[in-house]
């Protein structure tokens, strides 16, 4: 009589000397992996499993695990350690770290944030930093950062109209686009001078988790540890803190985002041009998270959204446009 065959997921536990029985409990944590956390009577463990898109180059799964795997070689603390991927499944094990999202930011927390990126630069010399590769979306200069910000509308823009997107397109012609251009325009000038138009000296970027904030953090016992990093790699320091500052998910203050980036100004090597870069590329980001609020209006962003929570499409993208509008209306309508 033939054996069943076993499931490729509890192969890859049973290779890892996790044995059943095994409870699976599913972690809404992300917008593009689906996040489980996995207990049995000897542990727990986190499984991911990474949306992959036909038309979507990204390779989660070999950068978090890439990188995780060299902090791990690097002795780096406070993020999951990498446990094993299975490339044809799409998924990977890490280890599990206690702790909740923080339910009120304080100086404090800021201050251990500023400290772990501080923490990745020190390990810019280690064996196998230079090889890693760039951050997402990462930016070496003035130019790269405005065209971020213009392809991210653009893309918006380039969605076929629907019935139930037109309120969305409406948004994105009337307010981003005209807002983009005239960011663009203002910035104009700056691209004229050699020193700031020119590429980022290497020595200037840093080990940068890339989706950076308090969204991606848990807190334990009054210490943070960091997860996610998918889209993690060498960046400007400076989108780093625009990021840390724009991220709408779990929001830092005026004050807290000046406390962050004042802290890595004066931790970092070459950190003191960081806030003056801050300063004029802010709007630029802001503009920018604006538009990934209404990723939604692209179908395949719905389905990642779908793959990583679960959560159906319908009623989804007027939830995203309310909030686009919302961190418009808050962050970004003075600039118009």
Not at 38 to 50: D, E, M, P, S
Not at 168 to 177: D, I, M, N, S, T
Not at 227 to 251: H, N, S, T
Request: net charge neutral.
């Amino acid at each position: 009589m033939n054996q069943p065959a076993m499931d490729p997921l509890h192969e890859l536990y049973r290779r890892h000397g996790i044995a059943g029985p095994i409870t699976t409990r599913r972690i809404r944590a992300g917008r593009n992996s689906e996040v489980s956390h996995l207990t049995n009577a000897g542990g727990q463990w986190i499984l991911k499993r990474y949306c992959k898109e036909p038309n979507d180059q990204r390779d989660r799964m070999g950068v978090e695990f890439g990188f995780l795997t060299f902090l791990e070689g690097a002795g780096a603390r406070s993020v999951p350690k990498p446990l094993a991927k299975d490339v044809a499944l799409g998924c990977a094990l890490y280890s599990f770290l206690p702790g909740e999202r923080p339910a009120a930011i304080t100086p404090e927390l800021v201050t251990q944030a500023a400290s772990f990126v501080v923490s990745l630069d020190q390990l810019r010399e280690s064996p196998g930093a230079k090889a890693l590769p760039a951050a997402a979306d990462s930016c070496s200069s003035l130019r790269e950062h405005l065209a971020l910000m213009a392809t991210r509308v653009g893309r918006l823009r380039a969605v076929r109209r629907e019935p139930d997107t037109e309120e969305a397109h409406a948004f994105v012609a009337e307010r981003l686009q005209p807002l983009c251009e005239r960011l663009q325009r203002g910035l104009a000038h700056e691209l004229e001078n050699p020193r700031l138009a020119e590429p980022l000296p290497h020595e200037f970027r840093i080990l940068s988790p890339s989706d950076f904030g308090f969204h991606n953090a848990l807190l334990h016992e009054g210490r943070l540890s960091f997860v996610d990093f998918e889209y993690a790699g060498w960046d400007d320091p400076a989108k780093l803190v625009c990021d840390f500052i724009c991220q709408p998910e779990l929001p830092v203050s005026d004050v807290q985002g000046r406390q962050f980036c004042e802290e890595l100004s004066s931790q970092l090597s070459h950190g003191d041009a960081i806030g003056q870069r801050v300063r004029k590329l802010l709007p630029v980001h802001r503009l920018k998270w604006c538009c990934i609020l209404l990723n939604e209006l692209r179908i395949e962003d719905r389905r990642r959204r779908l793959h990583a929570t679960g959560v159906e499409p319908e009623g989804l993208l007027a939830v995203q446009l309310a909030k686009a509008q919302g961190y418009f209306d808050e962050h970004l309508a003075p600039l118009t």
